[in-house]
Nanobody, 124 residues
């Protein structure tokens, strides 16, 4: 049975850091590109970052470039999102998703499998 589970969210002060994890099972994780998306209250879902299935190619939205780093460990079927210098506007539910292509993109319709999300709140 397919599972994607996000973890690592929480409450952090502005300027702080969090590391999100996306653990997957039940499908050929090594052959799926993975994306991180977020949805803030009252806003549409936004592509944040993504990584190819080899890990050799990554993409970031302009809003997080230079602050967030995506990586993957295929031996552990896990993708990570290291988030540094967090800002209040990063507050959102963060979702992990998988698509069966080598390369990734920040457009959500191309992703087949989604996790339930993890809440990130940046506030003093």
């Amino acid at each position: 049975q397919l599972h994607i589970v996000e973890s690592g969210g929480g409450l952090v002060q502005p300027g702080g850091s969090l590391r999100l994890s996306c653990a997957a099972s039940g499908f050929a994780f090594n052959y799926y590109a993975i994306g991180w998306f977020r949805r803030a209250p009252g806003k549409e879902r936004e592509g944040v970052s993504c990584i190819s299935y080899t890990g050799s190619s990554t993409k970031y939205s302009d809003s997080v470039k230079g602050r967030f780093t995506i990586s993957r460990d295929n031996a552990k079927n896990t993708v990570y999102l290291q988030m540094n210098n967090l800002k209040p506007e990063d507050t959102a539910v963060y979702y992990c998703a998988a698509r069966p292509w080598e390369l990734c993109e920040l457009s959500s319709p191309s992703y087949d499998f989604w996790g339930q999300g993890t809440q990130v709140t940046v506030s003093s």
